[in-house]
């Protein structure tokens, strides 16, 4: 799968979305929720707005972070973290041996016809499966299930750094052990929403990809 930069242009304001829910969920456990219920909300509000506000330091700062959190981890580990697979992570992998097949809208004899005997092995299904999708790369489907598989993965990774990280600081910022547990717990189960959403969205994208590919 390549990492085009219209689809990284176009994630940017999702993954900073996601920061800055980060953000605010941090500062709601470690703070006295109580007191930001009891504030005005046109003040929280316009308060969110200036520090989220294109050109501000906030906004910098949030964009600066995802793009380290981003850059500690290779594109290959955050694939391994979204599909949980060491080796042949990608699902282009298995495009001709399991999700193909199990698709209804692609037909593999066509395929056969078209690029001979379909490879087993996952990196050499994966290389053949990235050399359909250059040519089907710009289809409205292909670049919608890419786009969304590429934001679930950044999100998830970042999501997954997030969560050996903060619980163990707000622990020492609130000393509430009980607090700090719910609160990683929360951040697991939206990793694993990430993973879920990027595995489906990947399995669309190949899907997408080979049915293309078979009805041309």
């Keep these: 799968m390549a990492e085009g930069k219209s689809l990284k242009e176009q994630n940017a304001w ?19 929720p109580t007191k930001m219920l009891s504030a005005d909300r046109a ?20 964009v600066i ?3 380290l959190l981003l850059g500690f981890v290779p594109p290959k580990w955050r694939d391994r973290l979204m599909h949980w697979r060491w080796k042949d992570p990608l699902p282009g992998s298995r495009a001709f041996s399991k999700i193909g097949p199990a698709s209804g809208n692609v037909d593999m004899r066509k395929l056969r ?10 990196d050499k299904q994966n290389a053949l499966f990235y ?6 790369r710009e289809e409205v489907g292909v ?23 903060l619980p163990w600081l707000a622990l020492w910022a609130t000393e509430d052990w009980v607090k700090s547990a719910i609160y990683g717990s929360c951040l697991f189960v939206t990793y ?20 293309a590919a078979s009805s041309t």
């Design 192 to 211: 694993a929403f990430c993973v879920i959403a990027a595995k489906n969205y990947s399995l669309r994208m190949v899907q997408n990809v080979l049915a």
């Design 113 to 122: 016809t078209e690029f001979g005997a379909l490879p087993r092995v996952g």
């Design 43 to 62: 003040t929280l509000a316009k308060q969110l707005e200036t520090f989220a506000a294109p050109g501000t330091a906030g906004l910098g700062l949030i």
């Design 14 to 32: 999702l993954i900073r979305a996601a920061m800055i829910c980060h953000v605010l969920a941090f500062v709601w456990v470690t703070a006295d």
């Design 143 to 165: 670049l919608d299930a890419h786009g969304r598989y590429l934001a679930a993965r950044d999100i998830g990774t970042i999501t997954a750094l997030l969560t050996v990280t």
């Design 131 to 136: 050399r359909i999708y250059r040519n089907h």
């Design 65 to 67: 972070a995802s793009l």
